[in-house]
């Protein structure tokens, strides 16, 4: 059975850091490509930044770019997503999920869902 589970979301200052970890279950991390999502209250899931299947190439939305580094760890079957320089804006739930299309940012590319974990960055 396909298991995501998001954790390290936490409260945290403007220009702080975190680091979320994606742990994955029933499946081989390197097979499928793994993205990041976020999503707050009245709005549409955005994509974050993913990492590929293919050769493990990496993405990133333009309002992360720089500031967020997508990585997999395929010995821990375990995907991360570091954020430093964090703004209020950065304010979200934030999701990793599972697809097969090689480089995906939009939601209707991945089949499977983490429960999310909550990022709030304020003073």
Request: aromatic share 14%.
């Amino acid at each position: 059975q396909v298991q995501l589970v998001e954790s390290g979301g936490d409260l945290v200052q403007p220009g702080g850091s975190l680091r979320l970890s994606c742990a994955a279950s029933g499946f081989t991390l390197d097979y499928y490509t793994i993205g990041w999502f976020r999503q707050v209250p009245g709005k549409e899931r955005e994509g974050v930044s993913c990492i590929s299947s293919s050769d493990g190439s990496t993405y990133y939305a333009d309002s992360v770019k720089g500031r967020f580094t997508i990585s997999r760890d395929n010995a821990k079957n375990t995907v991360y997503l570091q954020m430093s320089s964090l703004k209020s804006e950065d304010t979200a739930v934030y999701y990793c999920a599972l697809g097969t299309v090689v480089v995906a940012f939009e939601v209707y590319e991945y089949d499977y869902w983490g429960q999310g974990t909550q990022v709030t960055v304020s003073s």
